[in-house]
């Protein structure tokens, strides 16, 4: 017990959003395919990446709430205990999370998100979209607009990390300039192909967590292969370079 409170406080210590007010993205829930399982990581990763590009919302990052999960034994659950995403938020400094559900049945996806008031537990914004699955990463960036458009409404802190960066495991990426970007007519990958590439960059940030290094990399490299411009595969494949 000690051990876990010592640990608990070094985590608030060191957590950049304690004073600020944050927003936590939690993994999502999986209520549906048990093949999109590893997706509940990869689509809240992919939110923290479109929240925080060309933004200055105080969203914490995904390294800091992968702690808090630890200490809880949560791993890489989805939490659907109220209670339980109160503690996590709070352990990681959080006045907001996001939280929400995904289902796939018969070729169709939907996704559930909601923003809740850590303090108590007051659902703030609500939405849902649902499309066939194959169009997964249009849903994906219409649920980030939607979030994005109501925390802006909520008049948040500014972030300390300076606008224009994304953020992947740990480490702020600058993103590229227009003129370096893979033009949309040089590679034509299917929405299909970008499913595939998003759970398996999911997988690759599982295996990351879990330390297994060779995995994690040839997740990725799966990843990138499937689509080449998932920006978020190939910035984790430049990181273990480094």
Do not use: C
């Not at 300390?160 to 970007?181: D, F, L, N, Y």
């Amino acid at each position: 017990m000690t051990r876990m409170l010592v640990g608990l406080v070094a985590l608030l210590l060191s957590s950049n959003a304690w004073a600020a007010g944050g927003v936590a993205v939690l993994y999502f829930q999986n209520e549906g395919n048990v093949a999109l399982e590893p997706l509940k990581v990869g689509l809240a990763q992919m939110l923290v990446t479109d929240l925080t590009t060309d933004s200055d919302l105080p969203i914490i990052e995904r390294s800091q709430l992968q702690a808090a999960l630890d200490e809880f034994k949560l791993g890489h659950d989805g939490i659907a205990d109220p209670v339980s995403a109160a503690r996590v938020g709070k352990l990681v400094g959080a006045q907001y999370f996001v939280m929400g559900t995904y289902f796939e049945l018969f070729g169709t996806l939907r996704i559930d998100t909601r923003i809740v008031e850590v303090e108590t537990g007051r659902i703030v914004f609500a939405y849902g979209t649902n499309s066939p699955t194959s169009a997964f990463l249009t849903m994906e960036k219409d649920v980030s607009a939607a979030l994005r458009s109501k925390l802006d409404s909520l008049q948040l802190p500014k972030a300390k990390t300076p606008s224009g960066t994304r953020s992947t495991e740990g480490a702020s990426v600058v993103a590229p300039p227009a003129a370096t970007a893979v033009a949309s007519t040089t590679v034509v990958t299917t929405e299909r192909h970008t499913l595939d590439a998003a759970v398996a960059y999911s997988e690759g940030l599982i295996h990351l967590d879990q330390r297994d290094l060779p995995r994690a990399r040839e997740a990725f490299e799966k990843a990138v292969a499937a689509d080449p411009q998932l920006e978020a595969a190939r910035a984790e494949l430049s990181q273990m370079t480094l």
